[in-house]
């Protein structure tokens, strides 16, 4: 069982797999940053300084009662909370990775496709008469021995 466990596990697509995980984990902690750091503080000031990581709704209060300053104090109090700014993060987030995502794969399509040779010259042509294949070049039907125009 071990070697047939090994085999599985050394196969070319496997390792493959392996490495794009992990190239997927790391490119996603770069593109959580990139949202929480680099587009988001932009759109938060364009939208009245707004921080979107900071939004939440309280559907029922903690131990401490609200209002709640911070997302961060709700939960330490205990409150129950919908945070939807952190959703909004995410679905961003998400909308990147699928675009780089989409943009990797329509990079290795191109790369893939082969330009298509211009179609070869005909070598055979349609006997009028009998409707078999003969040469191109050909003067008589070799099937039915007549004289081809052409």
Do not use: H
């Amino acid at each position: 069982m071990w070697g047939e466990f090994k085999k599985f596990a050394m196969r070319g697509n496997v390792v493959d797999m392996a490495v794009g995980i992990i190239i997927g984990a790391a490119f996603g902690t770069i593109v959580k940053s990139l949202v929480a750091d680099v587009i988001m503080p932009p759109i938060g000031l364009i939208l009245g300084n707004v921080d979107f990581s900071s939004l939440f709704v309280v559907l029922k209060e903690g131990a401490t009662a609200g209002p709640y300053l911070s997302l961060e104090a709700a939960t330490k109090a205990g409150a129950v909370v919908i945070a939807y700014g952190a959703f909004i993060n995410t679905v961003i987030s998400f909308l990147i990775v699928a675009w780089c995502v989409f943009l990797l794969v329509k990079g290795m399509n191109r790369m893939q496709t082969k330009k298509e040779d211009a179609p070869a010259e005909p070598t055979t042509k349609e006997c009028p008469y009998c409707l078999s294949q003969v040469p191109i070049k050909a003067v008589k039907c070799a099937f039915c021995t007549s004289d081809l125009k052409d």
